[in-house]
C-alpha cells in the first residue's frame, strides 16, 4: 500500500503543478489570439476617437481633411494607444493597432498629395512609420521578456514538482536518512530515522549533532569515509580543513576515529575484496522495541557546494544489513567451527599414530635388535618410525604448544632444509604481550603452507621467514626467490581438492586480519598475513 504524503510536505500527484505554478505554458500563451481581448478593441476605439476629434479639428478651422503645412500630429495623438497596446498584448497587437492608424491616416496622405504637397504626404506617412518601429522594437522585447518569465515560471514549476517528488520519496524511505550540515548537525531526517534513532519515541533528530544520534564515533567514521571515499581529493581537503582542523585530530587526522594503517586494511585477496569494501563502511547498532538487534550500514555522500553559504550538506543513507550481517557472523561461526573441528580432529589422528602405531614400530625396532635380524629390516622399521613422527607433527606440532609460534616456525624450517636443497632464514623481531594460541597456529598454519607451496612448485633456492609483533598485531612473511606465477592466471588455491591461499586467507580472515600474496613468474612470491592485536594479544 502507497503511504499517504503528510500534510505540508508539498506532495503531488504525479502530472500536476504546484500551487502558484502557472496552468498553461509559453507556446500555450503564445496562441492566445490579441483580437480576443477586449483590451484591444476599446484601443481601437480610442484611436478612432482621438482621429474623429483631429479631424472635427480641422474641419472647423476649415482645413479640409488637412492642415495646409505638415504637422507632426499623428505621433503625438497615437503614440499613447499603440504603445499601450504593444505592451499589454505584444507585438502581433501593436502592429495592428499601428495598422489601423495608417488607415486612418491615409486619407490625410492622399489629401495632401492631391494638393501637391508631396512634403504633408511624406511627413504623415514617416510619422506611421516611426509607430511601426517603434511598435516592434518594443513588442519584441516585450514578448522576449514575456518568454522568458513564462520559461522561468515553467523551470520553477519543474523545480517544485521535482523538490515534491524528491520529499515525497525522501519521507517514505524505507531506509533511515539523515541530512547533516557541515558543523555536524542534523538538519533533516525521514520518517524511517525518526523511528529507528529517536532516544524518545515521537522526537525529533532535527537539531541534535550527528555524534548525539549515531554515537562520536559513529559520526567521526561517517565524515572519515566522505571525505576518503566519496569526495574529490581538493573537495575532501577543503572540506577536512572546515569541519575538522578547528578539533583535536589523532593520528588518522579525524576526531575519535583510530589510525587506519594499510595493516589494518581488508584482505587483499580478490576473494574478500567486496568485503572489505563493504567494512570500510561505518556500521550502527541499535536494539528496537522488541529487543532485536538490528545494524545499519552508513553510505555518506555530500550534496551541494563547499560551505554552509552553498547549501553544502552530507546525506546519510542508512542501509538495514541485519540479515546481511546475521547471514555472515554464522558463516564466519560455522567456519570457525569447521576449523576448529578440523585442528581437534589432527590432535587426535597424532595423539593416536603417537600412541598406537609409532609405540609399536618402536617396540618392534627393539625386538629386532635382540633378535639380531637382518639389518635391512632395522633400517625399514626405523624409516617407518621417522616417517609417522613427521607425519604426526604435521598434523599437531608438540612444539607450537610447548615451545610457541617461533620455534614452531624454526622447526619447519629445520625440517625444509633437511628434505631438500634450500637454504632457509628466520627472524623475529619485538615479542607479543600474551601468547593466543588461535591467532599462533594461524600463523603456523600460513607458515605451514606457504613453505609447502615453497617445496612442491617454486623450485626456489632459498627462503627467507620473519615474524614481527609489535603494538598493533603480529605479522609473518614468507618469501621464496623461486619460479613465482602469474595472479592473473588461475592462481594454486583454485587447484581441485586444495585449499592452499584459500585456507590461509580464511584462517586469518577470521581472526580479523588479513592475508596478501605477491607473486610475479619469474621472481619469487612473498606471503604476508597480518593478525591484530585485539586478537593476537587475546583480547
Known amino acids: 500500500m502507497e503511504p499517504s504524503p503528510e500534510p505540508g510536505t508539498g506532495a503531488l500527484v504525479p502530472g500536476s503543478l504546484p500551487p502558484g505554478a502557472p496552468s498553461r505554458s509559453a507556446p500555450q500563451e503564445r496562441a492566445n489570439r490579441f483580437y480576443t481581448d477586449g483590451r484591444f478593441w476599446l484601443a481601437q476605439v480610442g484611436v478612432l476617437i482621438l482621429w474623429l476629434a483631429r479631424l472635427?479639428?480641422?474641419l472647423i478651422l476649415g482645413h479640409g481633411l488637412a492642415p495646409p503645412s505638415p504637422e507632426f500630429t499623428t505621433v503625438a495623438l497615437f503614440l499613447v494607444p499603440v504603445l499601450y497596446v504593444t505592451l499589454e498584448l505584444e507585438l502581433d497587437g501593436g502592429l495592428a493597432t499601428?495598422?489601423?492608424?495608417?488607415?486612418?491616416?491615409?486619407?490625410?496622405?492622399?489629401?495632401?498629395?492631391?494638393?501637391?504637397?508631396?512634403?504633408?504626404?511624406?511627413?504623415?506617412?514617416?510619422?506611421?512609420?516611426?509607430?511601426?518601429?517603434?511598435?516592434?522594437i518594443v513588442g519584441t522585447r516585450v514578448s522576449a521578456e514575456r518568454d522568458a518569465l513564462a520559461r522561468a515560471d515553467t523551470a520553477r514549476a519543474a523545480h517544485l514538482a521535482a523538490e515534491a517528488r524528491y520529499r515525497e520519496l525522501f519521507s517514505a524511505n524505507a531506509a533511515p536518512i539523515l541530512l547533516v550540515d557541515l558543523e555536524s548537525v542534523i538538519v533533516e531526517a525521514n520518517r524511517a530515522a525518526e523511528e529507528v534513532f529517536s532516544e524518545v519515541p515521537g522526537s525529533s533528530l532535527t537539531g541534535l549533532a550527528l555524534g548525539d544520534a549515531l554515537g562520536p564515533d559513529t559520526a567521526a567514521a561517517i565524515w572519515s569515509a566522505a571525505r576518503s571515499s566519496a569526495l574529490p581529493a581538493e573537495r575532501a581537503k577543503r572540506v577536512h580543513e572546515r569541519i575538522v582542523a578547528p578539533a583535536t585530530p589523532d593520528a588518522s587526522g579525524m576526531p575519535g576515529v583510530a589510525s587506519r594503517s594499510e595493516d589494518a586494511a581488508g584482505p587483499g585477496d580478490a576473494s574478500r575484496s567486496e568485503d572489505a569494501a563493504s567494512k570500510t563502511q561505518p556500521a550502527v547498532t541499535r536494539v528496537d522495541a522488541s529487543g532485536a538487534?538490528?545494524?545499519?550500514?552508513?553510505?555518506?555522500?555530500?550534496l551541494g557546494g563547499m560551505g554552509p553559504s552553498d547549501g553544502a550538506l552530507l546525506q546519510v543513507v542508512l542501509q538495514d544489513v541485519t540479515a546481511e550481517t546475521l547471514r555472515q557472523e554464522s558463516m564466519e561461526h560455522f567456519a570457525a567451527s569447521v576449523l576448529d573441528a578440523q585442528e581437534d580432529e589432527r590432535r587426535r589422528i597424532a595423539q593416536e599414530l603417537h600412541d598406537g602405531p609409532l609405540q609399536g614400530l618402536v617396540y618392534l625396532c627393539r625386538q629386532i635388535d635382540d633378535s639380531h635380524a637382518p639389518p635391512e629390516l632395522r633400517v625399514t622399521a626405523q624409516e617407518l618410525v621417522v616417517e609417522l613422527r613427521n607425519l604426526a607433527r604435521g598434523l599437531r606440532p608438540s612444539v607450537l604448544d610447548d615451545l610457541g609460534l617461533a620455534a614452531s616456525i624454526k622447526h619447519l624450517l629445520s625440517e625444509l632444509e633437511s628434505r631438500c636443497s634450500v637454504r632457509t632464514s628466520f627472524g623475529v623481531t619485538g615479542a607479543p604481550a600474551t601468547r593466543d594460541p588461535a591467532a599462533e597456529l594461524a600463523m603456523f598454519r600460513?607458515?605451514?603452507?606457504?613453505?609447502?607451496?615453497?617445496?612442491?612448485?617454486?623450485?626456489?633456492?632459498?627462503?627467507?621467514?620473519?615474524?614481527?609483533?609489535?603494538?598493533?598485531?603480529?605479522?609473518?612473511?614468507?618469501?621464496?626467490?623461486?619460479?613465482?606465477?602469474?595472479?592473473?592466471?588461475?592462481?594454486l588455491h583454485r587447484r581441485p581438492g586444495s585449499l592452499g591461499i584459500t585456507?590461509?586467507?580464511?584462517?586469518?580472515?577470521?581472526?580479523?586480519?588479513?592475508?596478501?600474496?605477491?607473486?610475479?613468474?619469474?621472481?619469487?612470491?612473498?606471503?604476508?598475513?597480518?593478525?591484530?592485536?585485539?586478537?593476537?594479544?587475546g583480547k
Not at 585456507?503 to 612470491?525: D, F, Q
Open 56 to 58: 472635427t479639428a480641422d
Open 503 to 537: 585456507g590461509m586467507n580464511e584462517r586469518v580472515g577470521l581472526l580479523g586480519g588479513h592475508l596478501k600474496v605477491h607473486a610475479e613468474h619469474g621472481t619469487g612470491t612473498t606471503v604476508e598475513a597480518w593478525i591484530p592485536v585485539k586478537r593476537a594479544a
Open 98 to 136: 499601428t495598422a489601423w492608424v495608417a488607415a486612418l491616416t491615409l486619407p490625410r496622405a492622399l489629401d495632401y498629395a492631391h494638393r501637391g504637397s508631396p512634403v504633408g504626404t511624406w511627413a504623415d506617412l514617416m510619422q506611421v512609420l516611426v509607430l511601426v518601429v517603434l511598435a516592434s
Open 446 to 491: 600460513v607458515a605451514q603452507e606457504a613453505l609447502s607451496n615453497v617445496e612442491r612448485h617454486a623450485n626456489a633456492t632459498s627462503v627467507a621467514v620473519g615474524l614481527s609483533f609489535d603494538a598493533r598485531g603480529a605479522r609473518l612473511l614468507v618469501s621464496d626467490d623461486g619460479m613465482g606465477f602469474d595472479q592473473e592466471s588461475p592462481p
Open 293 to 302: 538487534r538490528r545494524t545499519f550500514r552508513a553510505r555518506p555522500t555530500l
